[in-house]
T-cell receptor, first 116, second 114 residues
């Protein structure tokens, strides 16, 4: 069965601090996809990043970066120089490959508070 | 607005009543998904359509729930004989065929059963 765990319920930082959100997943599939989504107070889930199970290369995209480690089943997400507008709930998600793509298994979310 | 549209945004209903929600996906998106999100939790998959065909239903979708997408465009989610446990945010998402992860979510319908 697929499962995503986000142990951090809520994190508070001061603007310009770096913050890392943790994600651990479980799956028996060899091919899968991992994602981070952001949910601001308006409620709409916003796609941030995607990684497939064959690509462990870590990248940086603007102020976002991620650390995918298959050996520990972790997919952590870092925001550099946080801003007040980053305040939201962040969800890590796992998707099957094949026919059921975009059938997401979400973690319980981490609420990020960025204070000025 | 070319995003995923959900109506109504909020619905308050008495226990035992039937409710229906509507989702209008992005034009040309042939996949449409329904998720349910309870307070403090991540969204949970309910069902999805490819065009008008309902390809999978979660065990969360009890007999009181039914979803349709009659012409492969908009979709409706109906809950019959609502219970307080049905109170949640119901999210709709759509995507193009084969576009993994490029699922666009609507702002959801918040249901409160009193």
């Amino acid at each position: 069965a697929q499962k995503v765990t986000q142990a951090q319920t809520e994190i508070s930082v001061v603007e310009k601090e770096d913050v890392t959100l943790d994600c651990v997943y479980e799956t028996r599939d060899t091919t899968y996809y991992l994602f981070w989504y952001k949910q601001p107070p308006s409620g709409e889930l916003v796609f941030l990043i995607r990684r497939n199970s064959f690509d462990e290369q870590n990248e940086i995209s603007g102020r976002y970066s991620w650390n995918f480690q298959k050996s520990t089943s972790s997919f952590n997400f870092t925001i550099t120089a946080s801003q007040v507008v980053d305040s939201a709930v962040y969800f890590c998600a796992l998707s099957e490959a094949g026919r059921n793509f975009n059938k997401f298994y979400f973690g319980s979310g981490t609420k990020l508070n960025v204070k000025p | 607005d070319t995003g995923v549209s959900q109506n109504p945004r909020h619905k308050i209903t008495k226990r035992g009543q039937n409710v229906t929600f509507r989702c209008d996906p992005i034009s040309e998106h042939n996949r449409l998904y329904w998720y349910r999100q309870t307070l403090g939790q991540g969204p949970e998959f309910l069902t999805y359509f490819q065009n008008e065909a309902q390809l999978e239903k979660s065990r969360l979708l009890s007999d009181r729930f039914s979803a349709e997408r009659p012409k492969g465009s908009f979709s409706t989610l109906e809950i019959q004989r609502t219970e307080q446990g049905d109170s949640a945010m119901y999210l709709c998402a759509s995507s193009l065929p084969g576009r993994v992860g490029e699922a666009f979510f609507g702002q959801g319908t918040r249901l409160t059963v009193v």
